[in-house]
């Protein structure tokens, strides 16, 4: 069972700073117990959203909005991507780590494309398969 | 927190804790089947407790203190039980070092802990099925149920197995040790055949209802990432787990809806795992940076490579294909090797070239009831067109195959060969 577990943003990670050297050291330590338990699978730590943008869908109109965007909690500062056995097995191990100051950090179970059953038809399936070949192809 | 609730996170508790306690614990008492005990008595206490006093703060330091204090208590015990004056100094050792309450030091030193296991559970000593199911129960936290359910054998054989291999461990007093340098080769290959038989038996199960048992590769999978964090400069570890994450990517192309088996020919690509594909290729660049020389896990990790970068069956780099099996057939000698040769050979020099070479090996006494010999020829012999004589080697293959799903469709294959294409076939498709 696949999950995915989103870490918010913070004043600070908005502002572009890089966390202390205790709480790398703490991040490091953390990350290699995921990876000597075998749980993790891919992580990555994103920019602030100052160097972002959103698009907004409005009819056929297209707006673009640059960051930086304020509400820093709601914003997703980076992920992981985690194998468990359970999405009990997921908590345990988020529990451990180490976060403080009342943060929520969220973890979300990830879809399988069977997941999405009838909804992805034949054809939908087949125009997904063509876009996977011609990405093999410019590898 | 209802009861049930607290049950399904002490699951979870143990599958993370399980084998850092048994391995710590084994280091203490020096005996693996003590360790385990002890280990059990501990998650007995979290279920009597934890419904009531909540989940401790630190779920695996609060097993082991348990744990810790039992093997005292049992010490103790003993002098009251047999009248000794006083315990013998290994004992003694023991009662000291169960005694120690620098918890946090045990906790931090695991990783070590944890492979001493897996060499001591893969151990030469005992019988390759023992050293499976105690690898499974110690390491990978599977109940004897569920290792049962694995490898479709009742569970007081697998008890029984278990049983007697923690006890062939305790009297050829087997070491809880690295292996030193001059052994240690041989006995890591014992550990990745473990690792990589499990994986195969959930990626085509050799016998039963279901063709594949994504739960078990799943099992081998997370023991093979473990041991490549453990074990970092050993190419073959990270060979081996390449392997694993390209096959296992294709694992929800494998089965079609009703449970039956989808060739890779027939396997709609875009299904595949992109993630598992990615780390595959990725372990496979640092195992062919450690080593000029491959060994045989990263060299199938290479052919599982090959076929993951191809968009289709007709764009697979065939000749590629083979050459990599030339290197492994050189370097296992192995005729189950030489005989998928032979299938990347028709792909890539056509049918004929493939059939010759599948001909060569129906001598070989170790094919001899291998299902997958006439399925190969029946498969080339209908690309020759030769269908009566395909019929009748789709039927033998049959009666050889043990798993129910492989043996529908061979069984359709019989009747028509043309029906379904095989391995590294390309996709026959009806006249319009």
């Known amino acids: ?57 409005q009819g056929s109109e297209r707006t673009v909005i640059d960051g930086p965007f304020t509400e820093a909690k709601e914003l997703v500062a980076g992920y992981w991507i985690w194998e468990c056995g359970s999405r009990e097995e997921a908590i345990e191990w988020l529990k451990r780590a180490p976060f403080g100051g009342g943060v929520e950090v969220e973890l979300r179970p990830i879809f399988d494309p069977g997941d999405f059953g009838e909804q992805l038809t034949p054809e939908l399936r087949e125009a997904n398969e063509r876009l996977r070949e011609q990405a093999a192809g410019q590898r | 927190m209802a009861a049930s609730a607290t049950h399904h996170v002490i699951d979870a508790v143990w599958r993370i804790e399980s084998a850092r306690l048994i391995a710590g614990l084994t280091r203490i008492v020096g005996d693996v089947s003590a360790a385990e005990d002890l280990a059990q008595d501990a998650l007995v206490a979290a279920l009597e407790q934890w419904p009531q006093s909540g989940v401790p703060q630190n779920p695996g330091a609060w097993l082991m203190t348990i744990a810790k204090r039992r093997g005292i208590d049992a010490l103790r015990r003993r002098v009251r039980l047999e009248r000794k004056q006083q315990l013998i100094g290994s004992e003694l050792q023991i009662l000291a070092r169960l005694d120690q309450s620098d918890l946090a030091a045990h906790v931090d030193d695991v990783p070590d ?180 020389t491959l060994g045989p896990y990263t060299l199938q990790a290479e052919i599982a490579a090959c076929h993951a970068r191809a968009p289709s069956v007709q764009a697979t780099d065939w000749p590629r294909i083979v050459a990599l099996y030339d290197g492994l057939a050189a370097l296992t000698g192995s005729p189950v090797v030489e005989l998928n040769r032979a299938v990347a050979v028709a792909m890539a020099y056509g049918p004929q070239a493939g059939l010759e070479l599948v001909d060569s090996l129906a001598t070989e006494p170790a094919l001899g009831r291998y299902y997958l010999l006439p399925s190969v020829r029946g498969d080339l012999l209908t690309r020759l067109g030769r269908q009566a004589e395909a019929r009748s080697e789709f039927s033998r293959a049959a009666e050889l195959c043990d798993n129910d799903r492989e043996r529908e469709l061979l069984l359709a294959r019989a009747t028509y060969p043309d029906l379904a294409s095989a391995e590294h076939e390309p996709k026959h498709r009806p006249p319009a």
């Not at chain 2, 594949?212 to 997370?222: F, K, V």
């Not at chain 2, 060739?263 to 990725?282: E, F, I, K, N, T």
């Open chain 1, 1 to 57: 069972m696949r999950f995915m577990v989103l870490v918010p943003g913070s004043p600070e990670s908005e502002a572009g700073e890089m966390p202390s050297t205790e709480l790398l050291e703490a991040m490091t330590k953390y990350n290699e117990e995921l990876v000597k338990a075998g749980v993790l699978l891919a992580a990555d730590g994103l920019h602030p959203s100052s160097r972002g943008a959103k698009v907004r869908f």
């Open chain 2, 113 to 292: 802990d944890v492979l001493g296991l897996i060499f001591m559970t893969c151990h030469p000593v005992l019988p390759q099925p023992a050293r499976v199911a105690l690898t499974l129960r110690l390491l990978g936290g599977l109940s004897t149920p569920e290792i049962a359910r694995a490898f479709l054998v009742s569970e007081g054989t697998i008890a029984q197995r278990i049983v007697r291999a923690k006890r062939t461990l305790t009297e050829a007093h087997v070491p809880f040790a690295m292996p030193g340098r001059d052994e240690l080769s041989g006995r890591l290959a014992a550990v990745l055949e473990v690792i990589y038989l499990v994986f195969n038996e959930g990626y085509a199960a050799t016998a039963g209802e279901h063709w594949i048992r994504p739960t078990l590769c799943e099992d081998a999978l997370r023991l093979g990432r473990i041991l490549a964090a453990l074990m970092t400069r050993e190419p073959e570890v990270h060979g081996l787990l390449a392997l694993m994450e390209l096959q296992a990517s294709r694992l929800r192309a494998r089965i079609g809806p009703r449970g039956q088996p989808v060739l890779l020919a027939d396997q709609d690509r875009g299904r595949w795992d992109h993630l598992l594909v990615r780390r595959g290729l990725a372990g496979l660049r640092r195992a062919e940076q450690l080593s000029r």
